[in-house]
């Protein structure tokens, strides 16, 4: 058979109202399309992986991953997934302009995953070697759909939520730059300071090159800056930011409440914290991105929406709000899995 790949409900029939104050590069039926073929491309991949290897042959240090797989399989209800490899990957190649990043990164991972099940290949080998260093750049970029949204999102609601004429903004974990390069696309224009900090050194200079090549009128401070740490000891002025920005990276820290009570000392009292992250919006069902990352010796897997509200609000935080409303945006598509998340330091 010959079939055309289809999301499983068509973008017209998703209940829109969550998404509807979203800027339209947030919520679009290129997104949905893509989105919906890289569940599908994932169940495949975890079908037939675990099909492959088999229980008898896991290596005991990789338990949990197999648990990962077996979990992605159970939440869409076990069984013969139902669209084949090749139709999948016509589909692939189709949506290749949109999101050729995602789909190169998944297929390395995806040919890794057996011997990495065997204890023969560390997850370190598969995700961070020099081949994979270029696929991790394509993918952390705004030419890349499925990522390029998270910024966007991102960027969006931190714009709306800080009003300051003369911006302070420190952002963390900044990585390559994706994050700020689409939210100084926003507030470029008023910021009188921003700090952009990463642990990487590699990543903060590519970094360096693209804030500076895009926004040569910005004045950029580039700071390595490792959030495990106190920042006031690396250097990071405490008290004085308007706007501190995180995207996809407090999910990374060793301790998140601490990471999250360091970054209230960052702010003005008034100031706001927007974070961007990938969620669960069941704590049993795996997010289709985490395929890669499980790879990862650190990674724990996203947090259940709602933790996110709890650990702020442990860490001092006041007036938390999700950017789409999570309840009701996992109600409408169950695979829902990315949230800006906006707080307050208590005036
Ligand atoms: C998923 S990447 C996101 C990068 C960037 N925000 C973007 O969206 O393009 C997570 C980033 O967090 C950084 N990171 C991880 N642990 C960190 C820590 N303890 N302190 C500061 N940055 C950290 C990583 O080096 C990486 O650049």
Redesign the pocket.
């Known amino acids: 058979m010959n079939r055309a790949f289809q999301p499983a409900v068509a973008h017209g029939e998703v209940d829109s109202a969550p998404f509807r104050e979203l800027p339209p590069e947030t919520w679009s039926d290129d997104l949905h399309r893509v989105h919906s073929l890289i569940e599908a491309l994932v169940d495949r991949y975890a079908f037939d992986i675990l099909r492959e290897v088999g229980a008898g042959v896991v290596h005991p240090s990789r338990v949990s991953a197999l648990e990962w797989l077996s979990a992605r399989l159970a939440a869409r209800g076990h069984g013969e997934p139902l669209w084949s490899k090749d139709e999948l990957a016509r589909a692939a190649a189709d949506e290749d302009r949109l999101a050729g990043p995602t789909f190169a990164l998944l297929d390395r991972v995806a040919r890794a995953w057996p011997a990495y099940l065997r204890g023969e290949r560390s997850g370190e080998r598969v995700l961070f070697d020099r081949e994979a260093l270029g696929l991790w750049q394509a993918y952390?970029?705004n030419e890349n759909l499925p990522?390029a949204v998270?910024?966007r999102l991102g960027a969006w609601a931190a714009a709306r939520e800080t009003d300051a004429p003369a911006l302070r903004v420190l952002?963390?974990?900044?990585?390559?730059?994706?994050?700020?390069e689409a939210l100084l696309d926003q507030v470029a224009s008023r910021v009188r300071e921003y700090w952009f900090?990463?642990?990487?050194p590699s990543?903060l200079r590519r970094?360096q090159e693209l804030v500076s090549r895009r926004f040569p009128g910005v004045p950029v401070v580039f700071r390595r800056?490792?959030?495990?740490?106190p920042l006031a000891e690396q250097g990071v002025p405490l008290g004085g930011f308007d706007l501190v920005y995180?995207?996809?990276?407090l999910h990374?820290?060793?301790d998140i409440r601490a990471?999250l009570a360091e970054l209230r000392s960052a702010l003005v009292p008034g100031g706001v914290l927007a974070l961007?992250e990938g969620v669960r919006s069941d704590p049993g069902r795996p997010v289709a991105i985490e395929f890669v990352f499980v790879l990862a010796p650190e990674f724990r897997g996203f947090l259940h929406w709602p933790r996110w509200r709890e650990l702020l609000e442990e860490s001092g935080y006041a007036r938390v709000r999700y950017v789409p409303d999570l309840a009701a945006a996992t109600r409408a598509i169950p695979t829902y899995a990315m949230a800006a998340i906006l707080a307050r330091r208590p005036e």
Request: glycine share 14%; aromatic share 8%; charged share 15%.
């Open positions: 952390f970029s990522y998270v910024n952002e963390v974990g900044a990585g390559c730059g994706s994050g700020t900090t990463e642990l990487s990543f970094g800056t490792d959030l495990d740490l995180a995207v996809n990276t990374a820290v060793k990471s961007v």
